[in-house]
């Protein structure tokens, strides 16, 4: 799988994957995070679909305005449609396009997936969580399994989200995830304390898609 440096040096997936190492210290649990890179929700669909209503709706106040003829209001349409669907489809505006609800989602499948592809649900106390972050998407999901989701409860994570969110809004992707490990280190201390037979079950390295 090819990493992308842009997004994380060598060095600083070196110091997440000790941030990991140093959460997972007091816990039974194991933390996993997995950073996409590559939209989840393609936007053309969605821009083309709003270039289409808006061409559609926007000749009809021109039609009652001016003395425009059928041809010319048809043609106007399809002008309204192609300008439209290009600018939208082939600009970041188009990102726009994609409904807060579709992008949530396509990040919490996402994040689902990857929690069972990594075998994060194969740790022997149950106790892994996934850290995923759609960057695309501006979305961070957390993927619990049954042992610690049980202990801590579905609203306890928000706190780390928010952390992980703040710092990459600011271009501090690194301290954002390092604040949100840290998070989860002391969430899983308090409910999955380490045992004495403990062992690192899962690799501690950042998995960039």
Excluded at 97 to 112: G, W
Aim: charged letters at 20%.
């Amino acid at each position: 799988m090819a990493r992308d440096e842009t997004i994380l040096t060598d060095t600083e997936q070196a110091r997440l994957a000790e941030a990991v190492r140093r959460a997972e210290a007091g816990t039974a649990g194991e933390i996993r995070v997995v950073i996409s890179t590559r939209p989840l929700v393609p936007h053309a669909n969605h821009a083309l679909l709003w270039a289409a209503v808006l061409a559609l709706a926007l000749p009809w106040p021109v039609a009652l305005l001016t003395p425009i003829d059928v041809p010319q209001l048809l043609a106007l349409q399809a002008a309204v449609f192609v300008l439209l669907g290009a600018l939208l489809a082939l600009t970041p505006l188009g990102t726009r396009c994609v409904p807060q609800a579709v992008k949530h989602a396509a990040a919490r499948n996402a994040a689902l997936d990857h929690f069972l592809g990594f075998g994060i649900h194969r740790t022997s106390g149950r106790t892994g969580i996934l850290i995923f972050v759609a960057l695309p998407e501006h979305r961070v999901e957390v993927v619990a399994d049954e042992a610690i989701h049980a202990r801590v409860g579905p609203g306890a994570w928000a706190e780390l989200c928010a952390r992980v969110l703040a710092g990459a809004r600011e271009d501090r992707l690194t301290e954002g995830l390092e604040a949100g490990i840290a998070e989860a280190g002391r969430l899983l201390g308090e409910h999955a304390p380490r045992r004495e037979d403990d062992s690192d079950e899962l690799p501690n390295r950042i998995v960039l898609l």
